[in-house]
């Protein structure tokens, strides 16, 4: 039972929790005036959120620092003003998909879409760098050009002098690589959900900070835990072999995921192969349980060691809600209820457990013993014992009592569960074979375990069957996979969006010397984005026979389409103010334009574009009427009536577009008169 408080709320801690919600990195420790460790706001930091300057000035306080850190936020809050590209003939089934392949800079793609997906994205995944400095196939060094680094940190001058005479470098690695990384992370968080999750995959080289950088990113309150993937033995180290690596996991608002009384289980390995051999034998038998259940123990013998089933031999067991195990009926910790059970054949008092009944009155276990789910011993000397079954129904979940929205939500489909241990082993050489043969050759460095990682996704979101999945550093594409692996398992409509640099490939580099191949004799550039895409295509025809949505929008990151007077319009001339100079870059694309809106009204990028001739004049439809957009020049009054009588939610028209200027001034009030909802623009 709850304490009463008998006090009056601390406002200051509750402004401190309303700061920590829009700035988790602006939240320290300090001591009160009774010398008591509080919760306090970091004001140099708050200073430099609220700045596009850099805020100098130090204060002692308890946190993750690093020279660059707050050049970090500044860079993280610039705005951009690059745009997305659409290559419908990168793309796999561009109209109908509604997955998203972002090429290039990740820095710039969570700008980009920060208005899209604010607040939509149920699972961000990422496997960064790790910074080993190794030589793979991709820049895992993260060291900022010395001379710059020591500049920054006030080591060197301006005119590169030496201010100290004993200059660190260690900090440089470390240094660098949370400034790459941090700046992303703070984007990423606007993009979750409430009740969103973010992974990181991480090794020992960097496992202290990226915790540390997600503490200071989402806040230590909604860490949850440190995976740990054991993937195999190396026989060659001198000291330990570590072979495993770490999955973070930190939630966007664990209180969120706790009002939604989130619980995460999956189903037990190996229990759907026993409810297929259960359905198969009863399709024989029928309500011979007896024969069904011998048919089913000789399965359990003959199978290998290995197999996932083995382990659950216990059900063996079978009536007519399936294959069961027994389990004890006695109260859990003691001094439960005594009452009296009548044994059904020798109609003589049961046994009563030690510590007493499992349900709380007789008219319970009457129910359950109706139900079926009571078993009986040979005579009343013994207690009965529970059923569970390996698909439970409902009257058998009794741990956590379910409500009325959990106990609809236990479908058919269900079967016995459990809670995740934070320890796993999938060997790393599963899927470095597996991308092999699918690519047909080395093309990636440890590229992760797609099923895995599907394994993974479907566990912290709950099998959420239309969960938005992201991933910016996207390597080979393996979340790609996971995605439509889940969406092929179940039918679902996950969607994923994937970012990833065109890393230029050196073919003189052993490490890049297959990959760079590869692109040649696809001909295409010698980029990592081009292997993930490939990736995509191949893995989509494997699960082609599926419902499963394998198909991609490719967007490139570019330059605005916008040329520079657009701008900055304290330049412009009287003739381009009068609309008569062209704004956008010649080499632009009526559907560049149209993304660029797409991101500027911050709208889902997966949209469905659809096209229209109207009075001579190609428009375009975002989504039916979430959208329309006409960039064809010399348009007429004709246009805007017929255009407005659609009443879309958006109108855009080029600047320079107009027939005349009395038509440009026209259309304003055409809209207003015939659609007033429409909220109408130029470009
Ligand atoms: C460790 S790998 C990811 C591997 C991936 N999980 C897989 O299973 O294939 C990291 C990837 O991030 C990419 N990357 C690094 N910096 C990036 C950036 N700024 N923007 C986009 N991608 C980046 C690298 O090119 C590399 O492919």
Redesign the pocket.
Same mark, same amino acid.
């Given at each position: 039972m709850e304490k009463l408080a008998l006090k009056t709320p601390d406002i200051t801690a509750q402004n401190v929790d309303k700061v920590a919600q829009l700035f988790p990195n602006c939240i320290t420790e300090s001591r009160d005036w009774q010398g008591k460790l509080v919760r306090a706001i970091d004001f140099d930091q708050l200073q430099q959120e609220l700045s596009p300057i850099l805020i100098d000035g130090i204060s002692e306080s308890y946190r993750l620092d690093w020279p660059g850190q707050k050049r970090c936020v500044v860079k993280a809050n610039e705005p951009t003003t690059k745009t997305l590209r659409p290559c419908r003939e990168e793309s796999v089934n561009f109209d109908e998909t509604k997955n998203i392949f972002i090429e290039? =800079? =990740? $820095?710039d793609?969570l700008k980009l879409i920060q208005e899209s997906y604010l607040s939509g994205i149920d699972l961000i995944y990422i &496997? !960064? !760098? #790790?910074n080993t400095g190794s030589d793979l $196939? #991709? =820049?895992d060094y993260f060291a900022e050009d010395k001379e710059a680094f020591q500049e920054l940190t006030g080591q060197r001058d301006d005119e590169g002098n030496r201010l100290m005479s004993n200059m660190a470098s260690y900090g440089r690695f470390h240094s660098d690589w949370l400034s790459?990384l941090y700046p992303r992370l703070r984007l990423a968080r606007n993009l979750l959900r409430d009740t969103g999750l973010i992974l990181v @995959?991480i090794d020992d080289h960097e496992l202290p900070n990226a915790t540390k950088l997600c503490e200071l990113a989402f806040g230590p309150q909604n860490y949850v835990a440190t995976l740990v993937w054991e993937k195999g033995r190396k026989n060659d180290a001198r000291l330990f072999s570590v072979g495993h690596e770490y999955i973070l996991v930190f939630a966007k608002s664990l209180a969120a995921l706790k009002a939604a009384k989130t619980l995460w289980r999956e189903e037990k390995p190996g229990a759907r192969e026993i409810w297929e051999k259960f359905v198969e034998l009863r399709s024989r038998f029928g309500e011979d349980y007896k024969t069904i259940e011998i048919g089913l123990q000789k399965w359990f013998a003959e199978l290998p060691k290995s197999h996932p089933s083995k382990k659950w031999s216990r059900y063996k067991r079978v009536d007519k809600n399936g294959p069961w195990r027994d389990r004890d009926i006695s109260w859990p910790g003691g001094d439960g209820p005594r009452y009296e059970v009548l044994h059904d054949k020798t109609e003589l008092p049961c046994k009563i457990p030690e510590p007493g009944w499992r349900f709380a009155t007789p008219e319970e276990m009457q129910r359950q013993i109706k139900l079926g789910l009571v078993e009986f011993r040979e005579d009343h000397t013994e207690p009965p014992f529970r059923k569970a079954h390996i698909r439970p129904i409902p009257e058998e979940l009794e741990d956590e009592p379910l409500d009325d929205e959990a106990e609809e939500a236990q479908t058919e489909d269900e079967f016995a569960t459990q809670v995740r241990g934070s320890y796993f082993y999938k060997q790393s050489q599963v899927a470095v074979k597996y991308l092999r043969k699918l690519m047909g050759a080395k093309v990636?460095d =440890?590229?992760?375990d797609h099923f895995e990682l599907a394994r993974l996704f479907d566990y912290v979101t709950n099998s959420k069957a239309d969960a938005r999945v992201l &991933?910016?550093?996207?390597? @080979?594409? @393996?979340?790609a996979q996971a995605v439509m692996q889940l969406n092929r398992q179940d039918g679902g409509r996950r969607q994923f969006i994937l970012?990833? $640099?065109p890393?230029v490939l050196d073919p003189s580099k052993k490490s890049q010397k297959a990959a760079a191949k590869f692109c040649e004799q696809m001909g295409k550039p010698g980029t990592?984005a081009e292997i993930a895409k490939e990736r995509i295509r191949r893995a989509g025809k494997e699960v082609a026979q599926s419902s499963a949505d394998i198909g991609f929008r490719v967007l490139k990151i570019d330059t605005s389409n916008m040329n520079d007077v657009y701008y900055a319009p304290d330049v412009a001339t009287q003739e381009n103010l009068l609309g008569q100079v062209d704004n956008i870059r010649p080499d632009r694309t009526p559907e560049d334009l149209l993304f660029q809106l797409l991101i500027d009204w911050g709208l889902d990028l997966s949209l469905r574009i659809g096209e229209e001739i109207i009075a001579g004049k190609k428009v375009y439809f975002i989504d039916g009427n979430v959208l329309a957009a006409c960039f064809d020049t010399e348009i007429s009054e004709e246009l805007v009536k017929e255009l407005a009588k659609r009443k879309p939610l958006r109108a855009v028209f080029r600047d320079a577009s107009y027939k005349s200027d009395s038509v440009k001034i026209n259309a304003d009030q055409i809209f207003k008169l015939l659609s007033p909802q429409t909220e109408v623009r130029s470009i």
């Open positions: 290039g =800079n =990740n $820095l793609a &496997d !960064p !760098p #790790y $196939l #991709y =820049n790459m @995959s990636f =440890n590229p992760k &991933d910016f550093f996207a390597g @080979s594409a @393996s979340t970012v990833q $640099l890393e990592i």
